[in-house]
T-cell receptor, first 114, second 116 residues
């Protein structure tokens, strides 16, 4: 059972365009939703995260939109650059027995063409 | 300040051999997590350890897999009698505190295990 569904699997965007990656979750206990960025040969690195008490969070060119009722959240990359080409993972977690573990989506491979 | 160090970067084993993957967390971090990434799959949680203790191993296969994080030295993920299906990238992450809401995980670059 996949608890966090991510789409699309891959995405090609022209330089300067907007990249949009979507995720949907099933477990209503999730209360923390981070996005991780992974470059080839590297481990994932935290990019931006949101909690369900807000509908949007923006950090530079990266914005998370969160829809609690629909159990969906998305990552928007404005003015996409070739250096943004990477695999992006959404994730979710909730506190259980005093700690939390991350459940990841399958990832989206983003290619920003020059 | 070195990040999370994993070694080896690449490990090739024949079916039936043992694989030992090492992870040195960031300095000052006493919480370690192992995740497995299969081709075209997201990262799957395997185990969460604190120094000398296994806190949560709900994602670990019941057989052949074990993990430890001794008082001294790196965390070790051990896979006995490897099979082709064990071929994957294994990532270690660490954090300074117990992972509560919003605790940032720092990932290593992973070990790519290939089973022939």
């Amino acid at each position: 059972q996949q608890q966090v569904k991510q789409s699309p699997q891959s995405l090609i965007v022209q330089k300067g365009g907007i990249s949009i990656i979507n995720c949907a979750y099933e477990n209503t206990a999730f209360d923390y939703f981070p996005w991780y960025q992974q470059f080839p040969g590297k481990g994932p690195a935290l990019l931006i995260a949101i909690r369900p008490d807000v509908s949007e969070k923006k950090e530079g060119r990266f914005t998370i939109s969160f829809n609690k009722s629909a159990k969906q959240f998305s990552l928007h990359i404005m003015d996409s650059q070739p250096g943004d080409s990477a695999t992006y993972f959404c994730a979710a977690s909730f506190l259980n027995s005093g700690y939390s573990t991350l459940t990841f989506g399958k990832g989206t491979m983003l290619l920003v063409s020059p | 300040n070195a990040g999370v160090m994993q070694n080896p970067r690449h490990l090739v084993r024949r079916r039936g051999q043992e694989a030992r993957l090492r992870c040195s967390p960031m300095k000052g971090h006493s919480h370690v997590y192992w995740y497995r990434q299969l081709p075209e799959e997201g990262l799957k949680f395997m185990v969460y350890l604190q120094k000398e203790n296994i806190i949560d191993e709900s994602g670990m296969p019941k057989e052949r897999f074990s993990a430890e994080f001794p008082k001294e030295g790196p965390s070790i993920l051990r896979i006995q009698q490897v099979v082709r299906g064990d071929s994957a990238a294994y990532f270690c992450a660490s954090s300074p505190n117990r992972p509560s809401r919003g605790e940032k995980l720092f990932f290593g670059s992973g070990t790519q295990l290939s089973v022939l």
